[in-house]
């Protein structure tokens, strides 16, 4: 053997030791699991993983706040102020057809995200003949030490959230859902209430008394969440202002009274989970699907403004640990099929004509019931309501014309009539869906002026975007299928 040859021998098993080494020193250090397409993922395992999911949210629902505020902030200018997560520096983007329908629910696509496994809607982490389970990626991370935590706006067993820690036959089990939620183990849940919380048999023990029994302490007052800490224990912490089970719209959300936010809660939440061993968060921004849904693009923009606030939330973290932190935003599925542009308005936008909306459509369905108390189908005048209409949307006589007129008198008809009787045919399912007749017209009126539309009162099949930074970021560049996101953050964290 020459010289070199040796010496070329040494250096390699040197290399190859020191490899060794590295590996037995830090073996929870290096992910190494590949991906569902089989890529591996070498980089650094994140000790700080938050995943953000804006339900409903496509790029229309992003790009719409963006020049929602872009045009507030520069009037006359025609530039988008970005949100912090179309900045981070990987983009993708996601497929989300699941075994029903290139037009998917959240209860499959959570569990495509959660579990990376396809499945009907409606279901939740179970295979498609409902009988085979699922395991959620947060199973596996507390497993491996990380503390969890999940946060929403919507119900805490709402689907998104449900995928996280439950596995269902149908997310309507919303009672069973909480009683896996108490059995989870998990950390910290944040946000919206329980939906069904005291089931439908009279002797089914209420939710709360089993999550309490689990070791969970409620925090469901502004001060007892406000006080969250490391010591806190596991927490349960539901908003005390909420409508229904949910959080209210950020439009709706009274700050000058306290009313907590989705960022509050990702905050609290950070506190909460903040060790050594590191933690999983998962935040959904909710109520950005039920506005699309409504076809209420104010309500959109402004709870997908609040997301990005959460997600600020996981910035601030990342500042602190730029090393060991993982940010991921994506989304589920479409809702609304939203657009930028409308017939009537060709080529331009007229964000600043969303400015005045003051409200949602739940808050302005309450006016709606108030003024049916003093009218009837042949007494409603839609002149009794312009006042309310200008608070509540910026839209009087002098900006609406005669078809738009026609329209709203058309609809506060329709309103006057009792939900059970309202007989439509083709037309009106079209015109308005599921909701108040007149709240969902002047939403369509004002949308339009500004120059947006929407095409559906339910989800659409659109691809959604990807967003991430920090550790493993580099994986989510790409179009691929939405059970990719399971594989792709169980390589990063080495579990897979
Ligand atoms: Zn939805």
Redesign the pocket.
């Known amino acids: 053997m020459s010289k070199r040859k040796r010496w070329a021998g040494i250096i390699s098993l040197l290399a190859v030791l020191a490899l060794f080494v590295s590996f037995i020193a830090s073996p929870a250090t290096v992910g190494v699991a590949k991906s569902g397409k089989g890529e591996v993922y070498t980089g650094k395992v994140p000790k700080y993983v938050f995943v953000f999911i804006g ?2 949210m496509s790029y229309a629902q992003v790009s719409s706040a963006e020049m929602y505020m872009g045009q507030k902030a520069m009037p006359g200018k025609v530039t988008p102020k970005q949100v912090n997560f179309t900045q981070f520096p990987t983009h993708g983007a996601l497929m989300t057809q699941d075994s029903t329908s290139f037009i998917p ?2 209860a499959s696509t959570a569990t495509s995200l959660a579990s990376g496994q396809k499945t009907l809607s409606g279901v939740i982490n179970m295979d498609e003949t409902k009988t085979k389970k699922y395991k959620p990626i947060t199973e596996d991370l507390k497993a491996r030490g990380y503390k969890i935590g999940i946060i929403t706006s919507v119900p805490i067993t709402h689907a998104t959230p449900a995928a996280y820690y439950a596995k269902v036959a149908s997310r309507d089990d919303a009672y069973d859902i909480g009683k896996q939620l108490a059995a989870s183990g998990f950390d910290f849940f944040g946000g919206g209430s329980f939906d069904k919380p005291t089931g439908t048999n009279k002797d089914q023990k209420p939710i709360f008394e089993i999550v309490e029994e689990a070791g969970y302490t409620i925090a469901d007052t502004n001060e007892e969440i406000r006080a969250l800490d490391k010591n806190s224990g596991k927490v349960v912490a539901i908003s005390p202002a909420l409508d229904g089970t949910a959080l209210n719209y950020e439009i709706d959300r009274n700050e000058e009274k306290g009313e907590l936010s989705l960022a509050d809660f990702v905050k609290e939440g950070i506190e909460v989970l903040d060790n050594p061993k590191g933690f999983f968060i998962m935040t959904e921004g909710g109520k950005i ?2 506005a ?2 409504a076809n209420d693009a104010a309500a959109s923009i402004h709870d997908t403004i609040a997301f990005a606030d959460a997600v600020e939330e996981a910035v601030k973290f990342y500042n602190k640990h730029p090393e060991e932190t993982l940010i991921l935003v994506t989304a589920d ?1 479409e ?1 609304g099929g939203m657009t930028l542009g409308f017939a009537n308005t060709g080529y331009s936008t007229y964000f600043e004509k969303l400015q005045p909306v003051t409200m949602s459509y739940v808050e302005f369905d309450k006016i709606l019931s108030q003024y049916k108390k003093t009218a009837t189908r042949d007494t409603a005048k839609l002149e009794d309501l312009m006042d309310e209409i200008k608070s509540a949307y910026g839209l009087s006589t002098a900006n609406l014309s005669q078809y738009e007129m026609g329209m709203l008198r058309k609809a506060l008809d329709w309103s006057m009539i009792d939900k059970s009787e309202r007989k439509y045919n083709e037309q009106e399912n079209i015109l308005y869906g599921t909701y108040e007749p007149l709240s969902v017209t002047l939403c369509h009126i004002v949308n339009n002026k500004a120059g947006l539309s929407f095409t559906s009162y ?2 659409t099949g659109l691809p959604v975007p990807v967003y991430a930074m920090g550790s493993g970021a580099d994986m989510f560049n790409g179009f691929y299928d939405n059970t990719e996101i399971y594989y792709k953050l169980a390589a990063i964290t080495n579990i897979s």
């Open positions: 339900d409903g629910d959240s699907d039920w699309n849904h599925h809702c339910s989800h």
